[in-house]
């Protein structure tokens, strides 16, 4: 299995859909010295934690400027301490430390916009970990925010790159399952390499993934939809839970976001794709 050595920053590139509520949002929040300024040390996420140790690392996310409003800034001043850690790529992450619960299963979502849809999966499902990675900086502060208002012990928040993540911080098989949602489909042929889901990444994922993990996957991209059916089928260490080889109905733990209905409203059809790590 690969180790994501070979991987190139454009090749391993994402962030949130256009028009989507939920999904890889992951968005450099702000730059890193309107970033730094921005929190005292400790009390909220770092501009890029990662950035001294990984000079030319692989980027889960495209950079871009946003506006931390006072209840996200808040939320992360306050929660940030209990809830949140940083992707830097220096130590392990020990997940049962991390949840306070050594039986509680984990996923990891990668990328949650402004977390609506994340908070409302770990309200219906309390028994499950949901491990939030994103770089948005809003979109941290308001699933911190939505955790804390419906008394959701089960969200953690992590900011940073993705990919740092699953190569270095998360032991093998300490994940049941991997979820995303809605990433950034690069509609210009030309981009399609920069995309997240290819061969490269699921050889990543498939480390911390253990046997039987869930990698449940949307779109409403035909054409990505159409890779990822043909990459994830073509992989050896994952395996499609349709009898059919094919797309999947909404599963009943996705919840439809207000974005997602809009769309479905003008037409768009959502695709999604369940994989079990063999």
């Not at 040390?41 to 871009?64: L, N």
Request: glycine share 12%; aromatic share 6%.
């Amino acid at each position: 299995m690969s180790e994501g050595k070979n991987l190139r920053s454009d090749q391993l590139a994402h962030q949130a859909g256009p028009g989507t509520e939920q999904g890889p949002g992951s968005e450099q929040g702000r730059p890193p010295r309107q970033m730094a300024r921005m929190f005292p040390p400790g009390a909220g996420p770092s501009p890029d934690p990662a950035g001294s140790h990984h000079e030319r690392r692989i980027r889960s996310f495209q950079p871009r400027r946003s506006r931390v409003t006072k209840g996200q800034r808040a939320a992360l001043e306050r929660l940030w301490p209990r809830w949140g850690f940083d992707v830097d790529g220096l130590h392990r992450i020990d997940l049962a430390e991390l949840f306070g619960d050594p039986d509680l299963p984990v996923v990891l979502e990668i990328g949650f916009g402004m977390g609506e849809a994340t908070a409302r999966m770990a309200a219906a499902d309390p028994g499950t970990g949901i491990l939030a990675v994103d770089v948005h900086t809003p979109g941290q502060g308001n699933l911190l925010r939505l955790a804390d208002e419906q008394g959701l012990t089960n969200v953690r928040v992590g900011n940073g790159d993705a990919i740092i993540l699953l190569r270095e911080m998360l032991a093998p098989d300490s994940l049941s399952g991997l979820r995303l949602y809605f990433p950034d489909p690069w509609p210009k042929a030309r981009h399609h390499k920069r995309r997240l889901l290819q061969p490269e990444f699921l050889d990543l994922a498939a480390g911390p993934l253990r046997s039987g993990a869930e990698v449940h996957c949307a779109t409403d991209w035909e054409d990505y939809a159409e890779q990822m059916l043909e990459v994830l089928s073509a992989h050896p260490d994952y395996e499609n839970t349709q009898p059919d080889g094919g797309y999947a109905p909404r599963p009943a733990h996705r919840p439809l976001t207000r974005f997602e209905g809009q769309g479905l409203d003008k037409g768009h059809v959502v695709r999604d794709l369940v994989f079990r790590r063999r």
